[in-house]
């Protein structure tokens, strides 16, 4: 099995940044596609960014230009660089993974994100 843990959220103001990372551990032959979701109170879960094994990115309109998704390979780790954020980025975050040998999609617990002033 593959565990997902995420870190980096937390309280911020608008306009400031924030960066989160997604732990992946257990029994990782490789990695395909990891994505970053989320999900804000009374509102569907929504793929914020998209990463490939080789690198390709897909962000959701709302992020792009703000948000960059990024990932380790040799620490199993995808992050989430997000600047420039606004209130209405308020939400739990979710780390989702695919990987070699397995058809679920292994998902972490999340982390809260909150833009307030």
């Known amino acids: 099995q593959v565990q997902l843990v995420e870190s980096g959220g937390g309280l911020v103001q608008p306009g400031g940044s924030l960066r989160l990372s997604c732990a992946a551990s257990?029994?990782?032959?490789?990695?395909?596609?990891m994505a970053w979701y989320r999900q804000a109170p009374g509102k569907e879960r929504e793929l914020v960014a998209r990463?490939?094994?080789?690198?390709?990115?897909n962000y959701v309109d709302s992020v792009k230009g703000r948000f960059t998704i990024s990932r380790d390979n040799a620490k199993n780790t995808v992050f989430l660089q997000m600047s420039r954020l606004k209130p209405e980025d308020t939400a739990v975050y979710l780390c989702?993974?695919?990987?070699?040998?397995?058809?679920?999609?292994?998902w972490g617990q999340g982390t809260q994100v909150t833009v307030s002033s």
């Open positions: 989702s993974g695919s990987f070699g040998g397995y058809y679920e999609v292994f």
């Open positions: 990463i490939t094994s080789g690198g390709y990115t």
């Open positions: 257990g029994n990782i032959i490789s990695i395909n596609t």
